[in-house]
């Protein structure tokens, strides 16, 4: 069993010493190379890789990584949120991608819900403040990831599902994203990963 719920929503635009921007290093790399290392492991023991996500991932389209520039979308000012959104749509695309080439393994991708953590309460403050009412205590936030790693093989059907409250959720809600997840793209992301997985850029 292997989860990824590593993340982070920075402010401003941080770079670790393999010349990583910090968002896509511990969102995007991280979570790749360690599922790089871990899937043979993984495949002869029927292992599970689960993946949080985000439901911001709806906003966001899949970014061209074949392009100059490795952040494709923040573009001249840097935008944390946005940013935070795009890994979290490159992580839905890695899980499909996963699913495809380790049938032998079981991914999925998921999204806790709003949930108060700290990290909300520090990325988000005003989000924080509006919606706290109504936002999932960790527990709560975490009961998919648990029923995805616990339940029994026959409830989860095919492999590279997005998931949210122990139901499949479609991966685009908007035309325009959709739109943007072409299969180019998808070579390009993978390709760039595994690229930043080795030499760090």
């Excluded at 790749?32 to 043979?40: A, I, N, P, Q, S």
């Excluded at 339940?151 to 998931?163: H, I």
Aim: proline share 5%; with cysteine; charged share 20%.
């Amino acid at each position: 069993m292997l989860v990824h719920n590593a993340g982070t929503l920075s402010k401003q635009r941080i770079v670790n010493s393999a010349g990583l921007e910090s968002t896509l290093a511990a969102q995007v790399v991280g979570p790749f190379l360690m599922t790089e290392t871990l899937v043979d492991v993984l495949e002869r023991s029927h292992g599970r890789v689960i993946t949080v996500s985000s439901g911001g991932m709806y906003a966001a389209a899949l970014a061209d990584m074949s392009a100059a520039s490795p952040e494709p979308l923040v573009g001249n000012s840097y935008d944390g949120t946005r940013q935070y959104a795009t890994a979290k749509r490159m992580q839905v695309t890695l899980n499909e991608l996963w699913a495809q080439r380790r049938p032998g393994v079981h991914f999925a991708c998921m999204h806790p819900g709003w949930a108060d953590t700290p990290g909300v309460r520090t990325a988000l403050p005003g989000f924080a403040r509006l919606t706290g009412p109504f936002l999932r205590d960790a527990d709560q936030g975490a009961d998919t990831i648990v029923w995805l790693a616990a339940t029994d093989a026959s409830n989860l059907g095919a492999s590279g599902g997005f998931w949210s409250d122990r139901a499949r959720r479609p991966i685009h809600r908007l035309g325009s994203t959709r739109r943007s997840d072409r299969p180019d793209r998808r070579v390009a992301l993978w390709e760039w990963c595994a690229r930043a997985a080795t030499t760090g850029s």
